[in-house]
């Protein structure tokens, strides 16, 4: 059934894709920046400020769209026991890690100009504190346990735990008052912002989700170069 | 079909999510007073006592209310049902301006008059170019 996990076949792609998406992420990344940075207009009311908007908000939602992977890939994994899911969903978590960081450090960058202060306790704040936190766990918990078995056990635990605060984080900013503004952008209903800002933070966003897919495919070679060296063949 | 272990291990997890859902639900529920960010002026007025505790106020900034003092600037704070009049000494951020949302950090005097010691803008969700504003405002 898990033939397609074969290591061996597995690595051939994962040794010669980040070549790839590496130039792809370079072509995208400067001309998302270009878009972003030079050719994108000043906003109405925070003039250029706005273009930090460009960095925090793809970070915020590939940071969310990681953790989010990485529980249901753990959920999966732990109740059919396919260890492969839980080397993908620790490969993926270093990425999803900086971005949080990123996105809470542009935030504050932006808050400052903005609001007035670097920081405030306000729930969509505090909710993405916690996120960074839980993926700080989880990552210890990763490197703590030598034993695949048990990290894996407990970091499962950690998803579960952690996967609670995504949709808090989500809609923090429509349930309570929060200083933080409600979302701009919207699927099912018309977007607060003008075409003009929102493509190049579509672009930025793939060129995010393309450096996260580099340094997954980086990690997660790593990992099959480890099972190879134990001598398995298989997982 | 699946084995009794994975029905098992299925029904944990499902239950351990159910069960968390359930409880940060009911916590986060009876703190709701204390996640908000801010009371609305609305929400002042139905305050039972006027506590020493230094609280926040938002909402908007009420068209022509801004008065600057010597040493001081006054406004109103609205949403557009009740209303609270702030005074405030001290910068306050480049966004602060009438017509646009604000947080104001300090004690209630009473339920009408606030003393601010300091002011928070708060920008809101639209994103667009001057140009695209000013045509906006012509329609």
């Known amino acids: 059934m898990f033939k397609f996990f ?3 076949k597995i690595f051939l ?46 970070a915020a939602w590939i940071t969310l769209g990681i953790f989010s992977s990485i529980t249901f890939l753990s959920i999966v994994g732990y109740i059919f026991k396919i260890k492969n899911f839980f080397l993908i969903s620790k490969s993926l978590a270093p990425s999803g890690f900086v971005f949080s960081i990123t996105a809470l450090v ?38 703590i346990y030598e034993n695949d078995d048990k990290a894996f056990k407990i970091s499962t635990i950690v998803t579960i735990l952690g996967i609670i605060n995504i949709p808090i984080i989500k809609y923090s900013v429509e349930w309570w008052n929060t200083l933080h503004q409600p979302a701009s952008v919207n699927i099912f209903s018309n977007s607060s912002i003008h075409n003009s800002m929102l493509i190049p933070l579509l672009i930025m966003t793939a060129a995010f989700a393309l450096f996260s897919a580099l340094i997954f495919l980086m990690k997660y070679n790593t990992e099959l170069i480890k099972i190879k060296n134990k001598g398995l063949d298989r997982l | 079909m699946y084995g009794r272990k994975v029905k098992l291990r299925f029904f944990f997890v499902l239950l351990i999510l159910i069960t968390l859902i359930l409880s940060i639900y009911l916590i986060l529920k009876s703190l709701e007073d204390n996640v908000v960010y801010f009371q609305s002026p609305s929400e002042i007025k139905v305050l039972a ?34 209303e609270i009049n702030v005074t405030y000494s001290g910068a306050v951020p480049n966004l602060f301006t009438e017509g646009k949302g604000v947080v104001a950090e300090g004690f ?32």
């Open chain 1, 106 to 143: 542009t935030g504050s960058i932006w808050g400052k100009p903005t609001w007035g202060t670097w920081w405030a306790w306000d729930a969509r704040i505090t909710s993405m504190l916690i996120l960074v936190l839980f993926y700080l766990i989880y990552l210890i918990v990763c490197r």
């Open chain 1, 6 to 8: 074969e290591p061996n």
């Open chain 1, 13 to 58: 792609i994962t040794s010669r894709a980040p070549k790839y998406v590496l130039i792809l992420f370079i072509i995208i990344l400067s001309i998302g920046l270009t878009e972003a940075l030079i050719l994108s207009p000043e906003d109405y009311k925070q003039s250029h400020s706005v273009r930090i908007m460009y960095v925090h908000v793809p």
């Open chain 2, 108 to 139: 209630l005097k009473d339920k009408n008059f606030f003393l601010a010691t300091k002011i928070l803008a708060k920008h809101d969700e639209n994103y667009m170019p001057p140009e695209v504003k000013a045509a906006l405002e012509e329609k």
């Open chain 2, 49 to 82: 006592e006027i506590g020493k505790k230094k609280i926040r106020v938002g909402g908007m900034v009420k068209n022509n209310s801004i008065l600057i003092e010597a040493k001081s600037i006054k406004f109103v704070i609205t949403d557009f049902k009740n």
